[in-house]
């Protein structure tokens, strides 16, 4: 299956944008679906990921400023940002697991085996 990232784009601070994650199958089962980000010269960071049951688990530098959501009919994935400021400049992933593990695990990238491609999100000041 292929994960396509979509919703990126260059925005004021203090934007908001709507991220969305799509699996090219709509039947697509997953475990958890996570979001990352990597901002140029940074690693890859843990934003937030939801499992299968519907739980969500958010980073601790959220501060509830984004919200994970998502669509069981397709299996799609979405990501609301809001009050963007220029340190949300990143370029921003989706990710799936289809194996289950412990939720702690759910902020380490190597639980995920699928990708997407990445989309761009520049907020400018």
């Known amino acids: 299956v292929q994960l396509q990232a979509s919703g990126g784009g260059s925005v004021q601070d203090g934007d908001s944008l709507r991220l969305s994650c799509a699996p090219s199958s709509p039947t697509f089962t997953y475990h958890r679906m996570a979001w990352f980000r990597q901002a140029p010269g940074k690693e890859r960071e843990f934003i937030g990921a939801i499992t299968h049951s519907g739980d969500i688990q958010y980073a601790d530098s959220v501060n509830g400023r984004f919200i994970i959501s998502r669509d069981m009919t397709n299996a799609a994935m979405y990501l609301q940002l809001v009050s963007l400021t220029p340190e949300d400049t990143a370029v921003y992933y989706c990710?799936?697991?289809?194996?289950?593990?412990?939720?702690?695990?759910?902020?380490?990238?190597?639980?995920?085996?699928?990708w997407g491609q990445g989309t761009q999100v520049t907020v400018s000041s």
């Open positions: 990710a799936a697991g289809t194996t289950w593990s412990r939720s702690y695990t759910m902020s380490d990238p190597s639980k995920y085996k699928y």
